[in-house]
């Protein structure tokens, strides 16, 4: 499910069976069926081609929102966990400031405070989870900063960075790599959620929240509006979160 996604979302970049942007009023509500494989809406668009094209843009605001939190957190984490003492504090005492907000409403604050527009909610969604990666990372990191090799290499002389760069960080990535996997569900939920607020993605561009927002209105007339970018929804989510528990299982041998 997750490479099929990708493909739909690659694919959607050179070609789609309609303009998703393209208005034909005289195909207006059209159910499944013919030309339009999974119907029309309001102002005869074909579905198809704008989930295709919604497709490419949740992942690509789950993608770099993950890797702007993967990359700022893991850095805070690993260097509260293994410093500790008053950094240690510092850092942690922010992210649970992060916390401490609702993920959404942080995220829409940002937002409102940046403009709307999917790179907007790109930042912001990346913000709301570096406190994820940094709370993960800080507890491996303090758990593997007190094992032997650690010890050994600082009984060595070796510099801090290069004992935290060759010992500390590889040793926590795995479990980091599975969290990446479930937050890029997570961050297509999000983008989901701000574009069905109307702080998203914004109009022409499709997106699958916007697109659940429109169908409101139609919902016992044409229910597909709301169905299919629904079910895409749904099913990549549980795709990442599926792919996520077997990443964990794969990469801790204790699983095995």
Known sequence: MVCLVALVALLSAVWTPHDPEAVDIGQRLRPPAGAH?????????????????GASIALIVA??????????????????????GVTDEIIMRAMDGLLA???????????AALGPGHWHATLAIGIVGIPIFARLTRGVGVALTAR??????????????????????PNAMPPVITQASLNVGRAILAEAGLSYLGLGTQPPIPSWGKMLQEAQGF??????????????????????????????????PRLG
């Open 37 to 53: 494989l999974l119907g029309t809406d309001q102002f005869g668009r074909d579905i198809g081609s704008r989930l295709a094209v």
């Open 63 to 84: 993608v770099v929102s993950t890797a702007i939190s993967l990359v700022l957190g893991v850095a805070l984490g690993a260097a509260a966990g293994y410093a500790g």
């Open 101 to 111: 907000f609702p993920a959404l409403l942080l995220a829409i604050a940002v937002v």
């Open 148 to 169: 032997e090799f650690v010890t050994a290499a600082r009984a060595h002389g070796a510099a801090p960075l290069y004992v935290l760069a060759r010992h500390v960080l």
């Open 219 to 252: 919902l016992s007339l044409a229910p597909w509006l709301a169905v299919m970018p629904g079910t895409a929804i749904a099913l990549t989510v549980l795709a990442f979160n599926v792919l996520g528990d077997a990443l964990r299982d794969l990469l801790d």
